[in-house]
């Protein structure tokens, strides 16, 4: 049982690159978040979904986008990567009633 | 507009020395109030929900209490192994559907 696996753990992009940070659980969640966590910061909401389908914006969703075509699968994709998108990425599910469980994070740094 | 704020930013203990960690929060329509410990380079591992002003969860030197506007955290006899983010997070009204987090406070324990 893996919970919640985010790939990858670490990239570096070029400003103007794109990548799709990759989120997938196996716990069978109807919720999924995603968040950024900057320095010394709590997590920002980036985009959620409350089940296959249906995809919302959080707090901070310009230069992002998702998709959520599984319940297993929540992809975040940067367009046109930019400094100030330099941060840890974590993705999070959630049962109904429960508290939210994450993975481990993806480390990105845009030069 | 839902807010949490969490003090002291930092705090360094000697093992031992007993103290509590503050979480404010404003929201209407409380629906759970959520404890996370962070270890570095990790995500948050979740450690206690809290619905209801009076509520208390223990776990091991943990405890959590509950007002109708603030929570705390109370770490007894603390040791080492305890340094790490403890991060509060809220849902309901306007957010039911999205958890507020504070952020964080980053305890310290010297031996």
């Known amino acids: 049982n893996a919970g919640v696996t985010q790939t990858p753990k670490f990239r570096i992009l070029k400003i103007g690159q794109s990548m799709t940070l990759q989120c997938t659980q196996d716990?069978?969640?109807?919720?999924m978040y995603w968040y950024r966590q900057d320095p010394g910061m709590g997590l920002k909401l980036i985009y959620y979904?409350?089940?296959?389908?249906?995809?919302d914006k959080g707090e901070v969703p310009n230069g992002y986008n998702v998709s959520r075509s599984t319940t297993e699968d929540f992809p975040l994709r940067l367009e046109l990567a930019a400094p100030s998108q330099t941060s840890v990425y974590f993705c999070?599910?959630?049962?109904?009633?429960?508290?939210?469980?994450f993975g481990d994070g993806t480390r990105l740094s845009i030069l | 507009e839902d807010q949490v704020t969490q003090s002291p930013e930092a705090l360094r203990l000697q093992e031992g020395e007993s103290s509590s960690l503050n979480c404010s929060y404003t929201?209407?329509?409380?629906?759970?109030l959520f404890w996370y410990r962070q270890d570095p380079g990790k995500g948050p591992e979740f450690l206690f929900t809290?619905?209801?002003a009076g509520e208390e969860k223990e776990k091991e030197r943990l405890k959590a209490t509950l007002t109708k506007k603030e929570s705390f955290l109370h770490i007894t006899a603390p040791k080492p192994e305890d340094s790490a983010t403890y991060l509060c997070?809220?849902?309901?009204?306007?957010?039911?559907?999205?958890?507020?987090f504070g952020s964080g406070t980053r305890l310290s324990i010297r031996p």
């Open positions: 999070a599910t959630q049962g109904y009633g429960q508290p939210q469980h």
């Open positions: 809290l619905y209801s």
């Open positions: 997070a809220v849902t309901g009204g306007s957010s039911a559907s999205k958890i507020i």
């Open positions: 929201v209407s329509g409380l629906r759970g």
């Open positions: 716990m069978n969640h109807n919720y």
């Open positions: 979904s409350v089940g296959a389908g249906i995809t």
